[in-house]
């Protein structure tokens, strides 16, 4: 139902503009006030949600308009009723009908080229509805310098170069609507530097150029932080690399275990432990995380003994408790262990290990979808940076 008026709406805010200027000369005309009534019962039935009947009752009403006199038609009722039977077409599945109705509106030489523009876009429209991107493309492309429509069509182009995977043009297309709506949002167009980057070799100049205008248009870009810091880590120039991975924890620190065995790498080069465990603190603070605590325990292992490292995490795993965590007492405990409790010990650590290894890493926090991978764009829902990894977001072994 919601989607039903979110089909007409648009249509209906324009067409008031276009009925408005033309309210002088429209009212006079009983057969063209029974049309315009008749439509407003087709719109109800819409809006009661009978979808069948207002096809049957449109089709019906613009069967019987085309049997009139033609001078007696009024073809603004009857254009906007024939879209409206259009749109309720495509939003039932039947995009050859819609399309069918759409162009055949295109071609009529009745129509003022306001209206042609507005059957364009419907056009646009049912192409996407169908998959046929190219040709949608086309019509949007065509719609691209009429202010009314401008913002929506570049909105669809972004969502059509987005599917094709064509990165230069959806940059170019995200850049225009920016400049049109600088208070859209900007994480898109932030992915879209970083997977134009992606194609090209990291020694290419435009690569770290590409990475920099996502973090302009959008300072909280993580993806590309971490893309920056992998290129100065892969060039062992670890200060420059730590800069980037650690501006991760204030931009979104909940991607902050992706990255955290490279600066713990990065440390171990510039052979300044004492830093690595301040960060391991701090980026706790900020914000809590397993993959943290097992960071920290095995640095305090290796600088102050297995006691320290046993008792913090204890102390963890009581206020924090998670598998992993869980997993690396349960290691503990087996060192300590003899007998058959140490077989069970170890029967339980491989239970536990199974059970890790069987569960996605990541999770779609705007739709639940569960995967393996990082995937900056959801496959679900299409929203980009949605996934998190599990051990940011759950807190419950
Ligand atoms: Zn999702």
Redesign the pocket.
């Known amino acids: 139902m919601l989607e039903l008026l979110f089909l007409l709406l648009p249509i209906a805010a324009l067409y008031g503009w276009y009925m408005g200027q033309r309210s002088a000369r429209k009212a006079q005309d009983n057969q063209n006030n029974k049309f315009s009534r008749d439509y407003m019962t087709g719109l109800n039935f819409l809006l009661s949600n009978q979808q069948e009947k207002a096809v049957d009752f449109f089709l019906s009403m613009l069967q019987k308009q085309e049997q009139e006199d033609s001078d007696s038609v009024n073809f603004e009722t009857e254009f906007e009723a024939e879209l409206t039977l259009g749109n309720l077409f495509r939003s039932r599945g039947e995009v050859d009908r819609a399309l069918f109705i759409h162009q055949k509106l295109d071609e009529n030489p009745n129509y003022s080229i306001e209206q042609k523009l507005l059957v364009k876009q419907q056009i646009a429209k049912d192409f996407m509805k169908a998959g046929f991107y190219d040709r949608a493309e086309n019509y949007y492309i065509m719609l691209l310098d009429e202010p009314e429509f401008a913002i929506h069509s570049l909105t669809q182009l972004m969502n059509i170069y987005q599917r094709t995977k064509e990165w230069e043009k959806a940059i170019n297309i995200g850049e225009k609507l920016l400049k049109l709506t600088p208070q859209s949002d900007t994480i898109p167009l932030s992915h879209y530097y970083c997977e134009y980057s992606n194609v090209l070799n990291s020694s290419q100049k435009p690569y770290l150029d590409l990475l920099h205008k996502a973090l302009t248009v959008n300072p909280n870009c993580t993806r590309a932080s971490i893309l920056l810091g992998d290129y100065y880590f892969s060039i062992k120039n670890y200060e420059a690399a730590l800069i980037r991975f650690k501006k991760i924890i204030e931009q979104d620190p909940t991607y902050i275990s992706e990255v955290l065995d490279k600066i713990e790498q990065c440390y171990i080069a510039l052979n300044d432990l004492d830093r690595f465990e301040s960060f391991l603190y701090r980026a706790n603070e900020i914000k809590h995380n397993s993959i943290i605590d097992l960071a920290l325990i095995k640095l305090i292992e290796n600088k102050e003994g297995i006691i320290p490292a046993k008792s913090k995490l204890y102390q963890q795993v009581s206020q924090y408790p998670n598998i992993l965590t869980f997993q690396r007492f349960i290691q503990y405990q087996i060192e300590e262990a003899e007998g058959n409790g140490k077989k069970s010990l170890i029967l339980l650590d491989k239970m536990v290990d199974i059970s890790i290894s069987q569960r996605e890493k990541y999770h779609?926090l705007?739709?639940?979808?569960k995967s393996f991978h990082l995937n900056w764009l959801?496959p679900?829902?299409r929203?980009w940076e949605?996934?998190k990894p599990v051990e940011s977001i759950d807190k419950i072994l």
């Open positions: 779609c705007s739709c639940g979808y959801c679900s829902c929203s949605t996934m």
